[in-house]
């Protein structure tokens, strides 16, 4: 069976299968099939890797076992002869015996760098080793990869060779990444990262979790529209629970200063106002505390977080990208009573 399909981002980072020398079997096994056509020279260590054919996933499909057969230029060879010839031709990689499909076996993402934990994770001691394997209408591919420092599911250091066949079914060395957990950054943990990952395997870390995150404010200027979603707030005048809004973000000379002006949230101390905050890469990030002026003077709290950075939504939801909270209390005599409101806009991107 094969699974067709490209992933949007994987991890192949679980479990515990320590790999061993090719054994007496395994070359049994290669000469099931056709072999392959043997490698000009043996190239004991990785040096330099060929340039891919495949530059992205949307090709390859996943075969659940090694048995599978090629077709075109690999007619005949099966996967499983393949990868033993890597193995035996690069040394590197020699030792990663079990195979592993793509499907309910693989790893849960992982919650990044600088995340909270509910309780200290376990001592990280084990390693991994594990091949995936590709195929499509012309070639086979496989991606090698070796974990250290292993809890569970998660590796701190991990490392993937790439490999797919070429005209004559030769396999060829395309690429390697590797990610490693370090302490350090803005959070307290990064990820120092070598190589460019290939075929969305296991997917690029966000440029925030980088060791080497440029973290300068970048130029997020101009006027967007979107929506506000005010479920349950009390501050809007509108009754709408979806309000098509637009911002407005000026910056000057200096890029970590700027200001954003709402239009059509329907809250009266919100819109028109241009609200001063911080810029850093392509968040935007204002706290406003205030006190209003009047028989019914109010104490506010606006808190304003914007991100236009493609990665996780900020508020949780798809195609989000900023939450504005607002906290009202009235502090002065008021004849008309009432105490303040509250709400949360949660903006999204829209036409």
């Not at 819109?271 to 392509?282: L, N, S, T, Y």
Request: include cysteine; charged fraction near 20%.
């Amino acid at each position: 069976m094969v699974k067709r399909y490209a992933p949007a981002c994987l991890v192949l980072a679980f479990g515990c299968h320590p790999g061993g020398p090719p054994s007496d079997e395994d070359g049994k096994r290669a000469t099931a099939g056709t072999a392959p056509p043997a490698v000009a020279a043996a190239q004991p260590a990785l040096t330099e890797p060929a340039q891919p054919v495949h530059p992205d996933a949307k090709s390859w499909a996943f075969p659940d076992g090694e048995g599978i057969t090629g077709t075109g230029p690999c007619v005949g060879v099966t996967l499983s002869s393949v990868l033993d010839s890597i193995r035996r031709d690069y040394a590197d990689v020699a030792h990663i015996r079990d195979f592993r499909s793509l499907g309910p076996r693989s790893a849960p993402m992982s919650a990044g760098p600088g995340m909270p934990v509910a309780e200290p994770p376990p001592v990280a001691t084990e390693k991994a080793a594990h091949v995936l394997g590709l195929i499509d209408e012309r070639s086979f591919g496989a991606v090698f990869f070796s974990g250290e420092r292993c809890r569970g599911d998660r590796c701190e250091d991990r490392q993937y060779w790439y490999f797919e066949t070429g005209d004559e079914c030769r396999p060829r060395w395309v690429g390697h990444h590797r990610a490693t957990d370090k302490a350090g950054g803005r959070h307290g943990t990064c990820i120092e990262v070598a190589g460019a990952p290939l075929w969305r395997i296991p997917g690029h870390p966000s440029a925030r979790e980088r060791c080497d995150a440029d973290w300068s404010p970048q130029d997020i200027s101009g006027t967007r529209k979107a929506f506000s979603l005010d479920p349950g707030g009390t501050c809007s005048v509108l009754n709408e629970t979806v309000i098509p809004v637009e911002l407005t973000i000026a910056q000057g000379s200096d890029r970590a200063r700027a200001t954003v002006t709402f239009s059509g949230t329907g809250i009266p101390f919100v819109d028109g106002r241009a609200f001063p905050g911080k810029v850093e890469r392509q968040a935007f990030t204002a706290t406003i505390n205030e006190t209003t002026n009047g028989a019914c003077s109010a104490g506010r709290e606006i808190k304003i977080n914007l991100d236009f950075e493609d990665g996780p939504s900020i508020n949780a939801i798809p195609g989000g990208f900023g939450l504005v909270d607002i906290k009202e209390a009235i502090v002065g005599s008021c004849p008309q009573g009432g105490g303040g409101c509250s709400g949360s806009l949660h903006l999204i991107r829209g036409g």
